[in-house]
């Protein structure tokens, strides 16, 4: 392990596992319980809950370091939505986190305040996967550390991911150090690792892909048209969230498409820099369509990117050939 990270690992995985055991108690409770944000999207109790535990946990142990997380504090700090700051607190509680008051969960949720670029930041997504997370299916809580630009450490808790031979409750939790491989271990309990790589496939026709669910946010009938140029047959596999990333990372897929559903949205850095790693270490490959590589050094977005396109390695290049063919 590179010795310079092995606290902020530590410090990451005890995090995360922390918050996503936290939103599986709240997704076997709740379907309700949603905040409509200012975009439209939803937020839940398990959003913030999440966000405050990892941002307190950050802070602790690296004051220094700016967190740029997706959630903020401010509509918890408005009268009408007391009784929802409440849940946090009474589920924060619950999960014996030290001095839940109303005033520091929202001190702590705004740790995650950072909006632009430093040498050295995390990025948080609470609960990357929203929808999923309402619908009763697949999330993840993702973190990230970037430093120069470059992912160094990726953390992703997934609450619905099975752990082979263990209960299919277990969800799963991964991470990725850079130059060190991917892991995979049970989110339940302490466990060696176990290292995870991408597929070998390099034939579309024995390959499968997967993409959101959600066709708002990867345009389904593009990548329906690319299948059936490059001749890939098996159907899609569809699910929320950077678990997608995981799919592709342990090799239960080859390729997840992220195709634009309209020209001038900009990825968000949380929704992709644990996931990134994760194949990367992995042995796959993360561009955007055009097959340039995704920068994290532009802020909270991937500013000069457009979609995402990961794939084992093998399949990358032509994949991104016939993308060049289509209009976005
Ligand atoms: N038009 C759009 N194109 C691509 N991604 C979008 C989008 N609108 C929202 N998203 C992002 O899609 C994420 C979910 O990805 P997926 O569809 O792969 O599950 C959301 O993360 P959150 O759920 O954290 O808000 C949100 O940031
Ligand atoms: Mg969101
Ligand atoms: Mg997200
Ligand atoms: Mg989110």
Known sequence: ?????????????????????????????????????????????????????????????????????????AELRAPENQEFLEKIVAELTAASIQDPTPENVCTWIDFGGAKSYSDRFWTLDPIDGTKGF????????????????????????????????????????????????????????????????????????????????????????????????????????????????????????DIYMRLPTRPGYREKIWDHAAGVLLVEEAGGEVTDIHGNPLQFDQGYELTNNQGVIVTNGHLHSLLIQSLDELEF
């Open 1 to 73: 392990m590179t010795e310079s990270l092995e606290q902020e690992l530590k410090t990451a995985l005890l995090a995360v596992r922390q918050a996503a055991l936290i939103c599986r108690t709240v997704q076997s409770a709740i379907t309700d319980e949603v905040l409509e944000k200012t975009d439209k999207s939803p937020v839940t109790i398990a959003d913030f809950s999440s966000q405050a535990v990892i941002c307190r946990a950050l802070n602790k142990a690296f004051p220094e370091d700016p967190i740029i997380g997706e959630e903020d504090a």
């Open 134 to 253: 309402l619908r009763k299916e697949q999330y993840a809580v993702s973190l990230a550390l970037i430093v120069d630009g470059k992912i160094v450490l990726g953390v992703l808790g997934c609450p619905n991911m099975p752990f082979p031979g263990e209960n299919p409750t277990a969800g799963t939790l991964y991470y990725a150090v850079a130059g060190e491989g991917s892991y995979a271990l049970p989110l339940v309990r302490e466990q060696e690792p176990k290292r995870i790589r991408v597929t070998t496939t390099a034939d579309f026709s024995e390959s499968r892909f997967c993409e959101s669910v959600e066709s708002g946010h990867s345009s389904h009938s593009h990548s329906q048209q690319l299948a059936e140029r490059l001749g890939i047959s098996k159907e899609p596999r569809r699910l929320d969230s950077q678990a997608k990333y995981a799919v592709v990372a342990q090799g239960d897929a």
